[in-house]
């Protein structure tokens, strides 16, 4: 396994890969390794013949208030797990390579990145978007693993390599979580013990919404959830909404295929997590 620093001696690197015949799998990250980064490393092992993980921390993505400078990371910890999991190449830019003074290019993905997270986190997918960019510029990736639990990021993403015909395919992977139902995020060593156990509600309660679905008026699904996501300790819902598959729009009778997308925080910790829900 290289650890690479720099983004043009990667860009580099993956050139060389490229031109070599190799398919290049990349898994963009914020570094904090867990089970679900595993599961998208696995999963890039077994479709490509080298696998580059990126572990960076976008100052882009993080609002004035929000948790840039607390979020962790355990470098040494997170180069343990990627070279236990045969990752080739681990990608650690500093900030001021990938953003140098004077970088003005950004990306939009108007409408989804606006709804759900977008209401209370204006700028977050904007530089989610931009950062995504540059790392498939620098990787080459042929395809590129994201998981499913920040399921709007998915959906911008897949948008903005469908409207600007990127090459690289986007890939999506399943929400891993603990055995408790949680799932499985960076942000979740933020939880004390008690706020952990109590989160392990959420998934209890969005998957009883799932058994209301197919029955019951999605107003009354939504309603149902919410008085019990507002009883879990410490609990304060930025948004808990029904919205179509596609195109995040609010779902109605005629939605076939639905997500049940939830951000809810827990004391000072805001978890995400979200269900499929098809009639
Ligand atoms: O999901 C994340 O960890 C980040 O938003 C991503 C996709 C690595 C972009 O910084």
Redesign the pocket.
Known sequence: MKVVKNVLQMQKIALKHLQNGDEIGLV???GALHEGHVSLFLKSKRNDDITIVSM?V?PM?FGPNEDYLKYPRPIEKDLEICEKNHVDYVFVPPANDMFPQGYETFVEVKFLQDVLCGLFRPIHFRG?AT??VKLLNVSYANRAY?GMK?FQ?FKIIEKMAKDLNFKTKIIPCPIVRERSGLAISSRNCYLSADEKNASRNIFKILKEALQDFKNKDLNLVKRNAVSKLKKIMNSKIDYAEIVNFNDLLIADKATKKAVFAIAIWIGKTRLLDNIVMIK
Do not use: L, S, W
């Open positions: 963009p990250t914020m960076f976008n993505q989610v950062v995504i994201f920040d990021q």
